[in-house]
């Protein structure tokens, strides 16, 4: 298993920059795959950027590709979103997730459900 916790999060105006923090423990971080999610209230938890199995490639939602920027540091254990540009619709709870990283899963993953752990989140709010 592994222990997400996610940093970073703020209040920022349209326009500026934020860099999210997702600190791993546990099992080594290079075990897993992983990738950011967010979800605003009353709506699904939504897909933002995520490695692909082999850690080689990333791969963006069409709303942030161009913004936002998905890092890591496995000698820290960590991974980094780099969000530029930020827009109000990009306010929501953000969240680091993983999921293992066996030969048979997905080589890119989508969808919320595909993650096996989970951070608490944290709030971005873009002020208009």
Not at 7 to 22: D, I
Not at 70 to 82: E, G, H, P, S, V
Request: hydrophobic share 35%.
């Amino acid at each position: 298993q592994v222990q997400l916790v996610e940093s970073g999060g703020g209040l920022v105006q349209t326009g500026g920059s934020l860099r999210l923090s997702c600190a791993a423990s546990g099992r080594t971080f290079s075990g897993y795959s992983m990738g950011w999610f967010r979800q605003a209230p009353g709506k699904e938890r939504e897909f933002v950027a995520a490695f692909s199995r082999s850690g080689v490639t990333t791969h963006y939602a069409d709303s942030v590709k161009g913004r936002f920027t998905i890092t890591r540091d496995n000698a820290k254990n960590t991974m980094y979103l780099q969000m530029n540009s930020l827009k109000p619709e990009d306010t929501a709870i953000y969240y680091c997730a993983a999921r293992n990283a066996v030969a048979t899963a997905p080589r890119v993953a989508r969808d919320y459900r595909d993650y096996d752990y989970w951070g608490q989140g944290t709030q971005v709010t873009v002020s208009s």
